[in-house]
T-cell receptor, first 115, second 111 residues
Framework: GAGVSQSPSNKVTEKGKDVELRCDPI?????LYWYRQSLGQGLEFLIY????????KSGLPSDRFSAERTGGSVSTLTIQRTQQEDSAVYLC?????????????FGEGSRLTVL | SQQGEEDPQALSIQEGENATMNCSYK?????LQWYRQNSGRGLVHLIL?????REKHSGRLRVTLDTSKKSSSLLITASRAADTASYFC???????????FGKGTRLSVIA
């Protein structure tokens, strides 16, 4: 596609359930990021993939959060045993440069609500 | 902790006026970027200024960077109601670290 695509756009789940959020970056982009945005707040960095390098996981808030990027393209963010504080919009972004010096292209986000 | 902090948190102006938003950061940077976010949408890149640049223009946008003060400003001239959005600064410390975003400034332009 022409832009970054995220699915689902909305997800409502019960506390304790696992969820998977998907991101399709712009074709050919080597860098992929996940951020989390709580209501009315800024973006909280979660994880960063760059080419074949080991991902930067320094922003993941707990071991319930994990992400993978298969074949250098699609990424899945998994949240296990969801908690109410996990409710937020999860934003994915990609960048075409080999280093983190350029603009990010964002998807529309996946809104997660944990009941 | 977040690298960039925008000021003010919220700004309300009349259409046609200029809007100025500021961003302060803590460490040396490779570049600083400004993004816009309409309510409920993803972020859109507006402008990037490198650490060796002092000012940059794009249409009605003017960005300045003062590395000695570790601050940047975004000026939107002749604002329009359609400029209503949240504006975020983001800093890149180096080529191998992720972009870090501030909490944003909510701009309301009243027609």
């Amino acid at each position: 596609g022409a832009g970054v695509s995220q699915s689902p756009s909305n997800k409502v789940t019960e506390k304790g359930k696992d969820v998977e959020l998907r991101c399709d970056p712009i074709s050919g982009h080597t860098a992929l990021y996940w951020y989390r945005q709580s209501l009315g707040q800024g973006l909280e960095f979660l994880i960063y993939f760059q080419g074949n390098s080991a991902p930067d996981k320094s922003g993941l808030p707990s071991d319930r959060f994990s992400a993978e990027r298969t074949g250098g393209s699609v990424s899945t963010l998994t949240i296990q045993r969801t908690q109410q504080e996990d409710s937020a919009v999860y934003l994915c972004a990609s960048s075409g440069l080999s280093q983190n010096t350029g603009e990010l292209f964002f998807g529309e986000g996946s809104r997660l609500t944990v009941l | 902790s977040q690298q960039g902090e925008e000021d003010p948190q919220a700004l309300s102006i009349q259409e046609g006026e200029n809007a100025t938003m500021n961003c302060s950061y803590k460490t040396s940077i490779n570049n600083l970027q400004w993004y816009r976010q309409n309510s409920g949408r993803g972020l859109v890149h507006l402008i990037l200024i490198r650490s060796n640049e002092r000012e940059k223009h794009s249409g009605r946008l003017r960005v300045t960077l003062d590395t000695s003060k570790k601050s940047s400003s975004l000026l939107i001239t002749a604002s329009r109601a359609a400029d209503t959005a949240s504006y975020f600064c983001a800093t890149a410390i180096s080529g191998n670290t992720p972009l870090v975003f501030g909490k944003g400034t909510r701009l309301s332009v009243i027609a």
